[in-house]
């Protein structure tokens, strides 16, 4: 059986449609489906947050969604799949990404899950700009920010078979899972 990986980078003005996902990586096979909704919220440091807009490179997005499948799925039990990110304008309280996951048990779907939602936010082409009531400001996420150091050597890791795209190697050493199982990590 094929990787079931659904990937969407959704149009302006279109929303997420949780359910279309959730069925999606629904399976009798699995007990387990975890997700994670990102939604605009109406504050951040203080400053009155009016939407988030939102801008990527579509085709290299994709393709790194696709990367992070992959490496979810040698660390992970994992059924299926499915990403959904907005661009465009999205206003407080809508959703801008989505996440689902289903396994056969709850820990490989939760420790996916938050994987790939974080290596997402790190990684993948995909720009924010928080408009506030008094300006606006392109932003990075603090995973990409807490992966900066790293930057430099990403093309060179490449070239030597390493990580690119935000595409984990997962063999190196251990860490500790969200939900106290094992699983390997090289960060």
Not at 95 to 114: E, M, N, P, W
Request: glycine fraction near 6%.
């Amino acid at each position: 059986m094929a990787d079931r990986n659904l990937i969407e980078i959704l149009e302006e003005n279109s929303s997420i449609d949780f359910n279309k996902y959730i069925g999606y990586v629904s399976s009798p096979k699995c007990g387990a489906i975890a997700t994670f909704a990102g939604t605009t919220r109406d504050t951040f440091d203080g400053k009155e947050v009016l939407e988030l807009q939102y801008e990527a490179y579509v085709p290299m997005a994709v393709r790194c969604l696709k990367s992070l499948c992959s490496s979810a799925r040698s660390s992970w039990d994992i059924h299926s799949i499915a990403v959904a990110h907005c661009l465009g304008t999205v206003p407080v309280g809508e959703t801008s990404v989505f996440v689902a996951i289903s396994s056969v048990h709850r820990a490989d779907a939760l420790d996916a899950c938050k994987f790939l939602i974080d290596e997402l936010k790190a990684s993948v082409p995909i720009w924010k700009k928080e408009v506030y009531t008094n300006g606006e400001v392109w932003k990075e996420n603090k995973e990409f920010i807490e992966r900066m150091p790293d930057l430099g050597k990403a093309s060179h890791d490449h070239d030597q078979g390493g990580a690119y795209c935000g595409k984990k190697k997962v063999e190196a050493h251990e860490r500790k899972s969200c939900c106290g199982t094992k699983v390997k990590d090289n960060d």
